[in-house]
């Protein structure tokens, strides 16, 4: 049951309850003031018919047996009144030992109080309506922007840092909705300021680096010398990718589409990622509308990331738009599943001990180009083993 639902239970429930509790004083009090009246006046009525009586009048006093209460409070010279089962009046008093009585039905009283009772039942009613149609109105407009800052909440946690509540009002619902605009704030900046120290440094590693590429390549040769350039090459290659993925972390990045065949792009990335032994499969070519460079950057990644991290053979099936890598290797742990689908490959992560080791950009860079692509790339294990990453571009 939503927020709206509930407040306007509630404010109902409260309605009808004091409706109810008002009600109830109201007509207390009406029978009690009315009870009074209808006594004095009847004692009025005896003492004009005593007098009466006394002159030798006909009256319509009567002599005959009273109710037991009434008899047993009655006596010599005293006036006493008394309302029978609630429907007749009777007043009562002794003269020279005998009882005198004058009594009428008090059918006019209670017609009145069930004239208001049923005023005060349509009022109630009507009251609760309205409180329950302003209640459900008032718990709308508080669902809505409690809505509204989940929604930024939410937009937020997706990554889109630039989503305000920017709520109005004094409340606490402003309070929390500042609150979360003012943490975003904080984040963006944050992150803002991460990203440019991440590419400043990645700037300032490229020149030594190399410098130290080239001062690798002049060692003579040795089993040294090779694993020199083996490391200068890889830190070459990781100070790259940690300045695409700065570039890709800032929005910089811009794809310029042409329309390729996907089969083509698939032959033209799998030769690119120099792996050798690569097996491609197209089931099915299709036109897409692209940035071909960057579809390669991405199947370049992931058949390096296969071929790396997975075992032989590495397979890439082509079915029109949708591109798929796979390995032969133990497949991504159950915890890399949920990370990756839930929230997208984390750096320099690499899943578990059983996919072997590495710097853990190469997902990272792939997802990132294929956000700036528009297109989607999903994680998953095949039946028979292995890793699957399937690329899917879209149609044109």
């Known amino acids: 049951m939503g ?4 407040l306007s239970l509630v404010i109902a429930g409260m309605s009808v309850l004091v409706a109810t509790v008002l009600s109830l004083l109201v007509h207390t009090r009406t029978a009690v003031v009315t009870l009074d009246a209808a006594r004095r006046g009847l004692d009025a009525e005896l003492t004009s018919t005593l007098i009466r009586y006394q002159e030798g009048q006909d009256t319509p006093l009567t002599t005959g047996p009273v109710p037991t209460p009434l008899a047993g409070a009655v006596g010599e010279g005293t006036r006493v009144t008394y309302l029978q089962d609630g429907v007749t009046l009777w007043a009562a008093t002794k003269m020279g030992g005998q009882t005198l009585s004058l009594r009428r039905p008090y059918d006019a009283e209670n017609a009145e109080l069930a004239q208001l009772d049923r005023i005060l039942l349509g009022s109630g009613l009507a009251a609760a309506l309205f409180a329950s149609g302003v209640g459900f109105a008032v718990a709308g407009g508080l669902s809505r922007r409690i809505r509204a800052v989940a929604r930024t909440a939410t937009h937020i946690t997706e990554g889109d840092l630039s989503a305000r ?3 109005r009002g004094q409340d606490e619902i402003a309070a929390v909705g500042a609150a979360l605009d003012q943490m975003a704030d904080a984040l963006r900046a944050r992150l ?5 120290v991440t590419a400043d440094i990645a700037h300032e590693l490229r020149t030594p680096v190399a410098g130290l590429v080239t001062a690798a390549g002049l060692l003579p040769s040795g089993r040294p010398a090779e694993l020199v350039r ?5 830190l070459r290659r990781l100070v790259e990718d940690i300045l695409e993925v700065a570039r890709l972390d800032a929005s910089a990045e811009t794809p ?21 032994d690569v097996e491609v499969v197209v089931s099915g070519e299709a036109e897409v509308e692209t940035d071909p460079r960057r579809v390669e950057r991405i199947l ?11 075992a032989p053979p590495v397979l890439v099936s082509v079915t029109g738009t949708a591109m798929t890598v796979r390995d032969h290797g133990p497949g991504f742990s159950e915890a890399m599943l949920v990370t990756l689908r839930e929230h997208g490959p984390q750096r320099f992560g690499t899943g578990s001990a059983a996919r072997g080791d590495g710097v853990g950009l190469g997902l990272t860079i792939a997802a990132g180009q ?19 990453v399937r690329l899917d571009l879209g149609g044109r």
């Not at 927020?3 to 509930?6: C, E, P, Q, Y």
């Not at 803002?192 to 440019?196: I, V």
């Not at 083996?230 to 890889?234: E, L, N, R, V, Y």
Request: net charge positive; charged share 20%; hydrophobic share 45%.
């Open 256 to 276: 310029v589409r042409e329309i390729r065949s996907s089969g083509v792009l698939v032959r033209r990335a799998v030769t690119a990622s120099g792996v050798p």
């Open 3 to 6: 927020l709206r639902a509930k």
């Open 192 to 196: 803002e300021a991460e990203q440019r």
């Open 165 to 167: 509540v920017e709520a």
């Open 230 to 234: 083996d490391s200068a090459a890889t």
């Open 300 to 310: 370049a990644n992931l058949v390096t990331n296969a071929a790396r991290h997975g």
């Open 370 to 388: 294929a956000r700036v692509l528009g297109a989607t790339l999903t994680f998953a294990n095949a039946p028979d083993g292995g890793a699957m």
